[in-house]
């Protein structure tokens, strides 16, 4: 470009618009509050915007006002264009008010989708096609945009780029959306210091703030919410750090994170109808001093006040029934608590909430008077020895956890629940004093690694005994576990000195003559599971090599998680009538299981449940099942043939992936989900029955689906076949010769059902 040129373009742009970037420095805009004035940015083919390979292109334009950046790129997701705001953009985050871009024009070629928004983080629409030289016009005027290819392989080549965008502001609003009778507030236009939520939207009440409707909102100082709102999200406010106060209107349940992060809130009001405080809700809130836990309130999340450096005062709680781990983690209130105790021992409301700079024997607490210890109230501690008072009722998660200088413990009379990993790697621990005849659930990993213990024993009434309970305590030999225990979870004796000796007894260990903890040491070929049986536990039979039949007896009703995993010499399972459970990777790699009945009072089977079971060449379900989940028969590549019975409503995420050998499925009426990836990659399935109560085809459903000719569609009309939702990447890499519809008469060009089959009119 010329010296003539340049002073040309400069002198068009003082006249009213600004057509290239060759301002070298950006000034304050004028607003004009009655006649908003248009701008104009223009990239030229002079602009550099060369990608080689793997790399990428930038190009660097200031005008009038603003710096932006523009690139392209490849990466493991395919070519990129973008205006990348990243380094500037139209209008400015934080302090331009020239935030309203109306027009678009583009010249290039491939194919590429628009997207823009309000915030970098949160794009409103994708997958909206662009045409070369066809303007797109926006009502809602965004902050950004971006192009995006819409093609793995092929690049979008920018060669000329117009946008329009007005000085003149749009005010903030919140973003609203219908649900049922009623409107939630999903988040918000521009970027605003002041957010007033109205009671009413297009005469419907507003009752809910949603799921991070407000995250990392960091320009918002005031937030003013009417009393129709009953409902606050998840992370509603999360890290919005200049807000000082907020009053908060009668709602039932401060959520996780609600206010994590808000740096600035120094005082808030907890409403007497709040009956839980959420994980992290006010975490790093370090401006707040003083907090009043009203009456209504039975409990508090983990590290619900973690970090809030300042908080000092700590008010109410009486009602309170469980605090969670941390919860006051890094206060001042907890700091001045340690101070001033002669133990260490923190119990607020009669509920012990740390210990951890406790040193030494704790046998002063009988003493003391709580009902709650909670979750790693004691992590790493070092103390020697604990008298609990026989007030105590629960024992949180993690609670004891690490502290390897215990040696002794005792359980009370009043002891009901021991939450997971509660004594986990306490691995001087040697003597457990269980008075408790109340003791229902122990946790996961409750005693795991404690490897000076060699007996523990259980009164009448523990039902539950968690995963790896009592995993890795390798001096462990002798276990007391009462009849009335129903669920044991996996791994729970693993690498015990008990289990060592039941299995040199009977490598097949059942506790009870009812439950099946372990088969791995089985070593004969044909496994008959003896009457009486009814469950086998996660992982019972996990990488056992040597069975190659297993029959189950009548009443047996459920096989945990990863039972047969990885059991490569299996053929054949005979699943005995009133079954109603098989646990997720149940047969996952059982590589030579080739047929399994499933019978009909099976209820439930869990994600990844036959996953690479690729000698698997035909199932048929049973009519009582509602959902196929997450790839339960990813993967396997001899299965060809999926009767789908009419009651299923949810076909899960790759499902049916990898089953190179499956020619067609039909899809009965009533299913309304299809999840991600669903048949992808079945290079042989050639037709396929889509029902008309789905609801949206989602991404990668039919990747490399490449023999996929034909689609017959539920719907009775192209124009439905049309209005379904279709996501971007849903049909990649696929070319569909024919989409036909259903009729219940003659009708050429349609189709029916005949022998069950779909075929043409």
């Known amino acids: 470009m010329n010296a003539?040129?340049?002073?040309?373009?400069?002198?068009?742009?003082?006249?009213?618009?600004?057509?290239l970037s060759?301002?070298?420095?950006?000034?304050?805009?004028?607003?004009?509050?009655?006649?908003?004035?248009?701008?104009?940015?223009?990239?030229?083919?002079?602009?550099?915007?060369?990608?080689?390979?793997?790399?990428?292109?930038?190009?660097?334009?200031?005008?009038?006002?603003?710096?932006?950046?523009?690139?392209?790129v490849k990466n493991s997701t395919g070519y990129h264009t973008e205006l990348y705001p990243g380094y500037g953009y139209i209008g400015n985050d934080s302090t331009s008010p020239i935030t309203s871009i109306t027009s678009i024009v583009a010249s290039f070629t491939g194919n590429a989708s628009i997207q823009t928004a309000y915030s970098y983080s949160s794009w409103l629409n994708s997958g909206t096609t662009i045409y070369p030289s066809t303007p797109v016009t926006f009502t809602d005027n965004p902050y950004y945009f971006r192009l995006i290819s819409t093609n793995y392989s092929t690049p979008v080549v920018l060669t000329s780029l117009t946008v329009s965008y007005s000085c003149?502001?749009?005010?903030?609003?919140?973003?609203?959306?219908?649900?049922?009778?009623?409107?939630?507030?999903?988040?918000?236009?521009?970027?605003?210091?002041?957010?007033?939520?109205p009671a009413t939207y297009n005469g419907l009440p507003v009752t809910k703030i949603g799921p991070n409707a407000f995250r990392n909102a960091t320009s918002i100082t005031s937030i003013t919410l009417p009393s129709s709102i009953t409902e606050i999200g998840a992370g509603a406010f999360y890290n919005c750090q200049a807000v000082t106060a907020i009053t908060l209107p009668d709602i039932p349940v401060i959520g996780d994170q609600t206010f994590f992060g808000c740096s600035s809130l120094s005082s808030i009001t907890i409403p007497s109808t709040v009956i839980s405080i959420g994980l992290e809700a006010f975490n790093s809130c370090v401006s707040l001093t003083t907090i009043t836990i009203p009456s209504s309130v039975t409990s508090i999340g983990e590290r619900a006040f973690n970090e809030c450096s300042n908080l000092t005062t700590l008010n109410g709680g009486g009602s309170l029934t469980a605090i969670g781990g941390s919860a006051f983690a890094k206060t001042a209130w907890l700091a001045d608590q340690q101070?001033?105790?002669?133990?260490?021992?923190?119990?607020?409301?009669?509920?012990?909430?740390?210990?951890?700079?406790?040193?030494?024997?704790?046998?002063?607490?009988?003493?003391?008077?709580?009902?709650?210890?909670?979750p790693d109230a004691f992590s790493y501690a070092t103390i020697t020895d604990v008298t609990l008072p026989s007030t105590v009722a629960e024992i949180g998660n993690q609670a004891f956890y690490g502290c390897s200088n215990l040696t002794s413990i005792n359980l009370p009379s009043s002891l009901i629940t021991m939450g997971d990993a509660v004594f986990q790697w306490c691995g001087s621990l040697a003597t457990v004093t269980n008075n408790s005849a109340s003791l229902t659930t122990l946790g996961g990993y409750a005693f795991q690694g404690c490897t000076a213990l060699t007996s523990l024993s259980f009164a009448t009434g523990l039902t539950t005994i968690g995963d790896s309970a009592f995993d890795s305590c390798s001096n462990l030999a002798t276990i007391s576990i009462p009849t009335t225990v129903t669920s044991i979870g996996a791994s729970a004796f693993s690498g015990?000195?008990?289990?060592?000796?039941?299995?040199?007894?009977?490598?097949?260990?059942?506790?009870?003559?009812?439950?099946?903890?372990?088969?791995?040491?089985?070593?004969?070929?044909?496994?008959?599971?003896?009457?009486?049986?009814?469950?086998?536990?996660?992982?019972?039979f996990e990488s056992n090599y040597y069975i190659q039949s297993v029959s189950l007896?009548?009443?047996?009703?459920?096989?945990?998680?990863?039972?047969?995993?990885?059991?490569?010499?299996?053929?054949?399972?005979?699943?005995?009538?009133?079954?109603?459970?098989?646990?997720?990777?149940?047969?996952?790699?059982?590589?030579?299981?080739?047929?399994?009945?499933?019978?009909?009072?099976?209820?439930?089977?869990?994600?990844?449940?036959?996953?690479?079971?690729?000698?698997?060449?035909?199932?048929?379900?049973?009519?009582?099942?509602?959902?196929?989940?997450?790839?339960?028969?990813?993967?396997c590549s001899a299965l060809h043939s999926i009767t789908i019975p009419?009651?299923?409503?949810?076909?899960?995420?790759?499902?049916?992936?990898?089953?190179?050998?499956l020619p067609s499925l039909i899809i009965p009426e009533g299913v309304t989900t299809l999840g991600t990836g669903f048949v992808q990659e079945c290079n042989v399935l050639s037709a396929l029955v889509i029902p008309s109560t789905v609801q949206r085809i989602q991404n990668f459903s039919f990747q490399n689906c490449s023999s996929l000719h034909t689609i017959y569609y539920g719907g009775t009309s192209s124009a439905q076949w049309t209005a379904l939702p279709k996501d971007q990447y849903a049909f990649l890499n696929v070319t569909i010769l024919n989409v036909y519809c259903y009729s219940a008469t003659e009708s050429v060009g349609y189709w029916r059902f005949s022998s069950g089959l779909p075929v043409l009119w």
């Not at 003539?4 to 057509?19: D, S």
């Not at 004028?30 to 908003?36: H, L, S, Y």
């Not at 060369?50 to 005008?63: F, H, P, Q, R, S």
């Not at 409503?649 to 990898?658: D, V, W």
Request: glycine share 8%; charged share 10%; hydrophobic share 40%.
């Open 496 to 540: 015990t000195a008990w289990l060592t000796a039941q299995q040199n007894a009977d490598p097949l260990v059942i506790i009870n003559g009812a439950i099946l903890v372990d088969g791995t040491a089985v070593t004969v070929t044909a496994l008959t599971v003896p009457s009486g049986v009814t469950t086998i536990i996660p992982r019972g």
């Open 646 to 661: 009419n009651g299923v409503t949810y076909i899960g995420m790759n499902a049916f992936a990898y089953c190179t050998s």
């Open 553 to 635: 007896p009548a009443g047996f009703t459920s096989l945990g998680d990863y039972a047969f995993y990885d059991c490569n010499a299996l053929t054949t399972v005979n699943l005995p009538s009133g079954i109603t459970s098989i646990g997720s990777n149940a047969f996952n790699s059982c590589s030579v299981l080739a047929t399994i009945n499933l019978p009909e009072s099976l209820l439930t089977i869990g994600e990844a449940a036959f996953t690479f079971c690729t000698a698997l060449n035909g199932v048929a379900f049973p009519s009582g099942l509602t959902r196929i989940e997450d790839s339960l028969f990813n993967a």
């Open 22 to 72: 060759l301002v070298a420095k950006a000034v304050s805009p004028r607003v004009n509050a009655e006649e908003p004035t248009p701008y104009t940015v223009t990239l030229t083919s002079e602009d550099p915007f060369v990608v080689e390979g793997a790399g990428y292109g930038v190009g660097i334009k200031t005008v009038r006002y603003t710096t932006f950046e523009y690139y392209q």
């Open 4 to 19: 003539l040129q340049k002073w040309t373009l400069l002198a068009f742009g003082l006249a009213g618009f600004v057509a």
């Open 168 to 197: 003149l502001p749009t005010p903030p609003t919140p973003t609203f959306t219908l649900e049922d009778d009623h409107y939630v507030v999903t988040g918000y236009k521009k970027n605003p210091s002041t957010i007033i939520i």
């Open 339 to 374: 101070n001033s105790d002669s133990d260490k021992v923190i119990i607020f409301q009669n509920i012990l909430v740390n210990g951890t700079s406790a040193t030494g024997s704790l046998a002063g607490l009988a003493a003391e008077s709580f009902t709650y210890i909670s």
